[in-house]
Nanobody, 118 residues
């Protein structure tokens, strides 16, 4: 397991923005660069779901429910992946987890709570 440290969660009103960051401080840069990086979320009583992911070739994919509102980006030199969340909705309330290396065998961050009030 790779240490992934998340930051940036919090509470915001609907329509607001938050920026989540995830850093892999102990990972060598080349390994960070080579792996797909993603953000998932899990709301109470629901299954974990993919929010966004970005691969080695900087190809990003998004869940339909965040398209046009969220943007995933990475800085390989800083070993950081970021999720910019705009136009937040109450249904975006969840614990958000960053992932490195895929859902099945990858590493996970500790999770950060995002709460959106109406």
């Amino acid at each position: 397991q790779v240490l992934l440290v998340e930051s940036g969660g919090g509470s915001v009103q609907a329509g607001g923005s938050l920026r989540l960051s995830c850093k892999a401080p102990r990972l060598i840069t080349s390994t960070f660069r080579a792996n797909t990086k993603g953000w998932y979320r899990q709301a109470p009583g629901k299954q974990r779901e993919l929010v966004a992911a970005i691969n080695l070739d900087d190809e990003a994919r998004y869940a339909d429910f965040v398209k046009g509102r969220f943007t995933i980006s990475r800085d390989n030199s800083r070993k950081t992946v970021t999720l910019q969340m705009n136009s937040l909705k109450p249904e975006d309330t969840a614990v958000y987890y960053c992932n490195l290396g895929g859902e099945d065998f990858g590493s996970w961050g500790q999770g950060t709570q995002v709460t959106v009030s109406s």
